[in-house]
Structure formats: C-alpha cells, structure tokens
C-alpha cells in the first residue's frame, strides 16, 4: 500500500511537473540552446568580419532573438529570414552609417528563461549596439529589462503587450500595440461589418487579454453589445460549444483573437455549424505557412487586422514580398514584415552615428518612416504609431479590405 | 446534452488509447513512460506522411503504428532496460527527457510548421441533435468501445492477459515459471506504443493538423488518467479516460471555457482521489 501511495505521489508529481512545463509552453514550450543558421551551438553570427568592438573596424553588431525551437517555432523562424534579409539588404545597401552589420542571432527556445540568458550574454560579452527582438512578449518583456540597465535599445518586432515600452527609455514597440489593434477590429467588425451584438473568443495570454482590452472599449464607444466573453488556453481544439452559446445568446458578429492552430479549429467548427455571423480576426493568424496557405479557404470572407498588405503599390513593399518570396520560397507575413521594419528603423535611426546613444535618439526621433508595413508616422511613448492594415481571405488568399487611420485609434 | 456525450467519448477513447500502454508498463515494471506520449506525435507525422505520398489514411496509420512499434521497442531496449534497477524516479525523469528531445527531433524532421491531416472518413455522419458528427468522430466512437471490450477480453481471457498478469504480480516467478518476461516486456511496449500512435493518427484526422508538440498536452492528462484509474490497472484506465473526457466536455459545452481543459481533467482527478484515494479501480494491479 505504502509502494503503491508513493507510486501515486510520484505520478501526480510528474503530472505536475509536466503542467507547468505544458503552461509555461503556452507561450514558451520547451527550452534549448542556441541555434545557428551556420552551424554554431551557441548563437552565430553572419555577414562580414568579426570584431569584437560593437561598432568599429567598418562593422556593428546587432543582437537579434527568436524562438527557432519550442512551441513558437514557425513564427521564429519567419523571423530570422526577415532579419537576414533585412541585414543583407542593409550591408548592400552601405549599412548602418557607413557600417556593415554583423548579426548576433541566439534561439530563445520559446522560453522566457532562455531569453534572459540570451540578453545577459547579448551585453555582457556580444557588446551589440542595439538589438531586435523576434520573438514572443514573455521572451521580449524578459528580455527588455536587462537590455535596459545595459543602455542597449531594443525594439520589440511582433510583441504587443503594452508592457514592453514601458520597460524603460531603450525599449521600442514597432508592433501594433494591442489595445490599438483591438480597437481597430471593433472598428471593422461593428462600423464595417455591421455587426451590433459581439461573442469574443480570445487566447487567454497577454496579446489576447490586450487586444480584448481594446476592442471592448471601442465597442462601448460604437454602441455595440458584446453578449459573451471566452477565454481558451492554447491548444484548445473544441470551439463547438462557446460558438453554440454565443449564437443562442443572438451574436451577429464574432471577435477572434487566436493563434494559427486555435483559430483553425475555431473556423473548422464555425464552418461545420453552417453560420454567418461576421468574423473579424487578428495578426495572429498572419502566417503564411501557419495558416494561410494551409486555411485561406476555410477563412473565406474572413477580414483581419495586421500590418502587412500584400496589396500594396508601394514599391518598398512590393520588392520586399518579391524578395523574401525568392529567397524563402513561400510568402512573408507579419512577423517577417514587422521584424524586416526593425532593422529598416534602425537604419534609419543611424543617421548620426551608430552608438547606443545616437540609435535610441535617431529612434524616438523617427518621423514618416517609410516600410515594408507602411508608414510609421512617430513614436509615441516608444510605441510606433501607424495605420492599421485591414486584409480580408478570398479565394484562399489575402487582399487588402481597409485601412484604420483614424488618430483617435491609431495613437497608443 | 448529446454534444457533450458525443465529444466527451471521443475525446476519452483517445485518451484510453494513449494512456492504455503507459498503464500496462505501470503494472509491469511500477514505471511511468511519458515518452509514450511521443508515439502519438511520431504515429501522427508518419500517417501525415504517407498519406501525403498517395497512400490511404488507414495505411498510413498502420505505418504510423509500426514505427511507434519500433520506438517503443528501442527504447524499452536501450534506455529503460538498463535503467530498471536504478528505480522510477530515474525511469520517469529519462522518460522525460527522452519525450522532449525526440519532440525537438521530431521539428527538425517535419518543420516548425503545422501539416494538415484532411480525411473523410468514409463512416455514417451528420447532425444529430443540431451536432455536427463528423466520420472520423464515429470511428472513435466505435474504437473506443472496441478498446473497452478487446482490453477486457485479452487481458481476462487469453493467454496473452494471462503472461501479463503473470508477469506484473511477479516477474522472477513468472520467469521461473517460463514465461519470457522480456518478451511480454517487448511486446507490451510495442503495443502500448503503437496504441498512442494511432490515438496520434485519430488526433490528427479529427483536428486535421499535425505539429511537434501536439504530446505535450496528453503527455501529462495520461499520467493524471493513470492515476484515477488506479496505477496499473488497465481497466481502470480506460474508465478514468473516458470520465476525464466526459467531464472536460461537460464543463466546456455548459459553462464555456469557464476552466480550462486541463484543468478540468485534474480537479476530476483530485475529486475523486478525494473520495477514492487509491483511483476508480484500485483493486490491484493484477486485476483485469
């Protein structure tokens, strides 16, 4: 009895201990070392000579971090072909103010703990002299601190909790900021879309909570009801009852701000129900090869906010989608684009000079930016402050549906 | 009410299928494998992928299940075997760590990106009650019930039960007595395994993807399934399967996702500990 009891402890343990593994992976999955685009342990660098002063002898370092393992893997990766893409076209192009850019790129493995280390590694013996995160909130709100007692500025590519800026005068947001972007879909979801009683379905983590955040507020200000509020953990696969619920409760129009998996089972047992409610969906399902490639038929009629659009005339963009599309061989995203911008701001932040000091004020100075996601009008409180990108699904690919302009939403 | 009957069952034969293996080991060797878990994940990629090469789904979960056959082979060889005398903490910590690494393996094979499993199952589906049935949910549905009564049946009625049960209520007077424990050992991986890789292949038809950390989830539900079921005892894990499945359904389709899943599936397992301490069929691992 007494084996059989200790056998038992030890199971519920183990369950545990995997738990909270399965809940940290939530937004972070499992840790790893670094990876290597060329072959390191560690971390790696690319492009030009190697030095070890962080901007001198014709180069300067620039940190970068992703998940190339752990849960959030595919969206990494994504990442990193935006950022060497961004460092070869930047090198070709004179690099930063005269100089050549070494990237210093480590794996977080989707683990926040991981992302820490990285930091602490990235300004204590790296010595770069700025860095781009390419990575999730909880990695990049972990990671923003350090590099802010460490004078070094950061911008935060595709993290959108609100949080990140706040960290402090080095900490940059070239992301929509959640509360921006939720107040964008109540925009196009009740004034578009005409939807007037709202069922959310959210991710229940930081972008979710977020975006929510907004999007309900918005929704107060238009005059629309939201009948119902839920809330799911990743990998949840059975939407089937809460679609239920929110369609007794007289729901006309559904807010869904999922990842790439639960969104599809979300649209897989919205479709299976024959409804049609309007949707309006969020950047996280912008994923070329997560979800719109695999869904575009699925999210048919389906409009979402991003920042990316494919539609675009303007040649930066254009060239930048023909480019990535070459060397990848599938289309970029949002994380691409987003994290393709970070390195342009940069860029163009180096106009004065290449140190910590001159990047953050060539930064918090930045007006009109023009990228591959549009224009960055300014940063406000370190948050970049654009028009966001309405794009709808259709005949399984995306298009541009509208743009959310209006200063009232836009500014963080 | 018929939603979440009909979800809480399939979902529970999936989870019998997983957690089945693990618990015949249990009662073996009073070890626990999480790295069964892989097996859905490894049964999931190879059925993915053979279908994706022309094959018919259900080849392509027999390939699936005969790869997760070898797995479990391997590994109760070359890293459990060895480690028996060092007792189940270091079994169950290896197991962990085999689990993860062959999780990373497993996206350095086949990609960060999801692979789509699309399958019409050709079995009667439709609406039934304003529920949407799919063929594929019906084949659980009916594996499940195969699962309930083949499990009572061998485990109770063949020679192949008998060895087993011989075997978990003592191994070296089972050996003295003839039976090749290594053997059942063997066989009962290879079972176990290539079980939770059609649970994977099942998995991945129903939700119609496939990625490298679809285990994790299930890699702990098993363990807590085990447990309620009353450690080793394989009927017992199939009732605790299908009870965690029902409850996670129930919560979900009347109170939304008030809770989530996983955390249902633990409050049921403290719940009944509470009331049941030694799990829902607790007398002894013999018993089938």
Redesign the interface.
Known sequence: MK??ST??V???A??????I??LA?CSS??S?TGSSDQGQSAGSVSASNSSSENSSGGTIKIGFFSPQ???E??D??SALDAAQLAVKDINAAGGLDGKKIQLVQYDDGSDPKQAVSIATKLTTQDNVAAVVSGSYSDQTLAAASIFQRAGVPMLAAYAVNPGIPGTGDEIFQIATSGPVEGKAGAQALIKDLGAKKIAIISI?NDFGTALVQGFTEQAAKLGATIV?T????F????F???I??AVAAGADGFYMVEY??EG??FL?AFR??NLTQKIVGTEGIDST??FIE?NGKLADGMVFTTVLNRDSTDPTTQAFIKDFTSAYGHAPDMVGATTYDSFKVLQAASKNGTTADNLKAGITDLANFQGVTGTVEKFVNRISVHPVELQVFKDGAVHHYGTVDDPDIINP | MF??LV?GVT?GALYALLALGPSLV?GLL?V?D?ANAAALVLGAYLGVTLFRHGLPWWLGALGGMAGAAILGLLLQRFLYRPLLDRG??VV?VAS?GIF?AL??AF?LIW????Y?FPVNVPLPHGTIA???V?GVQVLMLVIGVVILLGSWWVLGHTRLGFTWRATAQDRETARAMGINVNRVIAGIFATGYALAALAGVLFAI????V???MG??P???M??I??LGG?GNPMGTILAAFVIGLAE?VV???W??IL???TIA?LV?IAI?LIRP??LLPKGVTRA
């Open positions: 084996r059989t056998a038992r030890t199971a519920v183990a369950a545990a201990l995997l738990g593994a399965g992976g999955g499992s790893t393992s752990g849960s893997a595919s990494g990766k229940d119902s839920n809330k799911n953990q990998g949840e696969k059975d089937g009852p809460v239920d619920k790439a998996a599809q089972q897989t299976q129900r090869q997560q695999p | 939603p979440a979800d979902v249990y009073r626990l999480v189940p903490l169950l962990i993860i999780e990373e996206r990609g960060p990106y999801p789509q304003g529920t949407p799919t129903r939700y119609n993807t990625t490298p950390d994790d989830v890699a702990y539900k363990l807590a085990i447990v450690l359904s979900n389709t009347y939304g996702f989530p899943r996983d633990f397992l500990l030694a799990g």
